[in-house]
Structure formats: C-alpha cells, structure tokens
DNA sequence: CTAGATTAGTTGCACCAACAACCAATGACC
DNA sequence: GGTCATTGGTTGTTGGTGCAACTAATCTAG
C-alpha cells in the first residue's frame, strides 16, 4: 500500500456520517427492547427468524446462520431463550447430531407483543426521516455494500 | 400502540437490506483492523480522534463525547493503549479533576501506519460498490438519520 | 468559610461474546 | 466394515463493556 488511496472530501464527509450512523443505529434499537420487552436486539431478532420459519422451527446452525451468529454465541441465548420459555430445543430425528430449535407458544405471543414497539422505533429513527425516494435509494445503496459484505448472502437466506 | 404502523413491503425490503449492513459492516471493520494491526476498532478511532485534535490532545471526557464511549469504557481502554505507548495521561493544570490525554510520538506513528489499509477497507466494502452519485445520497440519508439518532450532533463535534 | 451539589475519572461486579478445546454423530474412503 | 476427517453443538476461559458505587476536585449558597 504505498500509494493510498485517500478519500475525497465528498466521501470523507459521507463516510464519517454513515460511520456515526453504523456506531449509534444498534445501540439505539437495542436500547429500546431491552427497556420495553427485555430482550436484547440479538434475542429479538433470533425469536423473529425463528417466527418466519417454515412451522415456526430451525436447526441451530440454520438460525445462526440467519442471525449472524456464532454457534457458541446462538448456544448460550438459546439456553437463555429456552430458560424464560420462549423456546424449545428437540433432536434432530434425521441427523441426531442436529438441534430442532422451535418457538413456542409463549414465544410467538413474545415477538407479537415486542413487534410494534420495535417497528414503530425503526420507523421514527430510520424510514421517517427519509422520503419515500430516499428509502429506495438506500435499499440500492445497501444492496451494493452487502454485494461485498455477504457476498454468499448468509444473512438473506430467509429471503431467497 | 393499537394501530401498529407496519413497513411497506418496499420499507421493508430497504430495512432488512440496511439492517444486515450495520450488522456486517463493524465487525468487518474491527476485523480488518484487529488483524492487520492489533487494534480494536474503537482503540483506531480514539487514537484517530486525538490525531486531529489540537496538539494531538484531549480532555477524556471530550474524547468520551467524540467516540461515543462511556467514561468506565474509555478509561479501561486508555489504560490499554498507554500501557502500550501510545497515548499519555496528565494531570490537567486548570482543573486538577481532569485529565489531559495526548497522543505520543509512537501513537501518532502507529496512526499513520493503520491509516492506508484502514481507509482501502472503508473504500472497498462500502465506497467503491457505490455510484459517485449514491455516496452523494447516502451522505444525505445518514444527515437525515443523525438527525433523529444524535440530535445534538456529539459524535459529529469534532467537524463543527 | 463551609456544607451540599456537581463534575471528572476510576474501580467492583456482572454479563456478554469470541476463541479454542471438547464430545458426539455422520460421512468418506480404502 | 473400520479408520479418519468433517459437521453440529456445548463448555472453559479470557477480555471487553455497562451500571453503580466510589474518590477527589470544583462550584454554589448562605
């Protein structure tokens, strides 16, 4: 690298504001479900790949593949999800080294009640303060980062 | 909350696409920086900051504010770096409270060194998968987004 | 001048996450 | 069919981070 590349003023004046963005937008949404449900951002999002499942059930590595997590990190919030009762965990009858994670009951009335706080919170922070062209130029914007951040797509498998 | 504002399916779209984003894009940050040179994300930035400030010194408190860290958190970490040499910790004169923290002669050069691979990792996964025109756009969704996130502009002191 | 309130920073404690080591089950290959 | 590599998942250990409690210095009011 003997020649770097610096940015040029536009992009260091955009880069440092996404940058500010990238650093407070978690903490923000995680902030309001541990306040108003108790759930960290990660549990929430985890009981909501869950919810959009084909009968509601993933194998362990499928959710961590979907939520971007570790299986030693999935392993202990699972324990934790299990504990409160929003989850249950059976073996696999295929391949008994598997884990069947399904939500429960008690789990899928959670993600109903959690759901609209959370929207309404990604509305007022993130799609209220963009026009309607703003929010298609960013899903143009976000397509072409995630092209080189999950070039295999690992994190939209469940929408494919 | 009884009538849920839910997102369009085209909000929707953006959102899930944006949210893999500012799920990917620190960790891959962090990454590239713990590997090429042993620091944390957060150890650059705060070492960045001090960098560009006035005689390459700050009051920890007003590096609190400009990397968004907790005193408790930036005072473990500046322990970190100046066991390793790189950032000096004074009594300040005025207010004997304080604590002056300044960048030595081998942060500043520790610095300069992270600098270019830092920056191309900032320009591969994020400027140059955009358009000259979407990183104008996106300069202006993140303003927009602050807005709502860092109403009083704290993180964005340093540019005023 | 002095008592109480506020501010700057550090430290105790608890939790969370990463890495590595580990166990169990499966698949591959001869 | 038996050995070896691979895969699915859990647990030990370590390091980072937040909250709350604490110390010390400064400010404010009477």
């Known amino acids: 690298m003997n020649q770097p590349h610096w940015l040029s003023a536009k992009e260091r004046d955009t880069w440092i504001r996404f940058a500010a963005v990238a650093e407070l937008l978690p903490a923000a949404l995680n902030l309001q479900l541990v306040n108003d449900e108790g759930l960290t951002h990660f ?5 909501a790949m869950l919810s959009e499942a084909p009968g509601r059930v993933l194998r362990t590595s499928a959710l961590a593949a979907r939520t971007n997590a570790t ?24 391949d008994r080294r ?21 929207v309404a919170t990604v509305r007022r922070l ?35």
């Open 43 to 47: 549990d929430y999002y985890a009981l």
């Open 71 to 94: 299986l030693p990190r999935l392993s202990r919030v699972l324990s934790r999800l299990e504990d409160a009762g929003w989850v249950h965990r059976a073996e696999c009858e295929q």
């Open 98 to 118: 598997a884990t069947n994670v399904s939500l429960t009951q008690s789990g899928w009335e959670k993600v109903v009640a959690a759901a609209p706080n959370h």
């Open 126 to 160: 993130v799609i209220d303060a963009l026009t309607d062209e703003q929010v298609e130029q960013l899903g143009a914007i976000s397509r072409a980062m995630l092209s080189r951040l999950d070039p295999e797509c690992r994190m939209l498998a469940s929408e494919r």
